[in-house]
């Protein structure tokens, strides 16, 4: 047999199995209709854990206020008030300590992140997912406040703040 005889039945033969290999491995990934409801009424079925709504409420409740806690404590040093004496003496300690600043700030990042994660994780009851979402605006607004240290974003963050406090009287018990 010459080279190009032998190059066609090489290919005839790789395109065969490969054709076979096919037919065989949509037959094994193929779900019959029959079957295909069952599938989806075993995961709603899953998903239909009975929850209490008062419990659900109660808990998120809870959440909330240690998150506000969490980040109220996390974020102290950056929203007390401070005369402009003391604000120029905490910028020159500041110019003085600048890794140990930095160390600070990295933890401050961290906890907010940590903050952040934990809201992906919550169940929001019906009624507080603006709550939720604002929770969310807030903890991004402090982490641009952070990085920026911009006095005009750290009064956004704070206008946030204090809106989830009015909108919420709760948070502050």
Partial sequence: MNKKAIIITVIST???L????????????????ETAGNISAKKMEINKAPV??????DS???YVKATISEYENLLAPYFETTTAAEAE???AAASTTGTMDADNLEEQLSGLSRIKI???DVTVPEGFQELHID???LFTSARVFLESQEESD???????????KTDYPWVNE
Wanted: glycine share 0%.
């Fill in 154 to 164: 750290k009064d956004d963050n704070l206008a946030l703040l204090d809106k989830i």
């Fill in 135 to 137: 929770l969310v605006k």
């Fill in 52 to 57: 209490d709504p008062q419990k659900l409420e």
């Fill in 18 to 33: 490969l054709l076979f290999y096919l037919v065989l491995s949509t037959e094994l990934v193929t779900v019959k209709p």
């Fill in 118 to 120: 934990s809201l992906m």
């Fill in 89 to 91: 003496a905490a910028d």
């Fill in 60 to 62: 998120y409740k809870a």
């Fill in 14 to 16: 790789l395109a065969l």
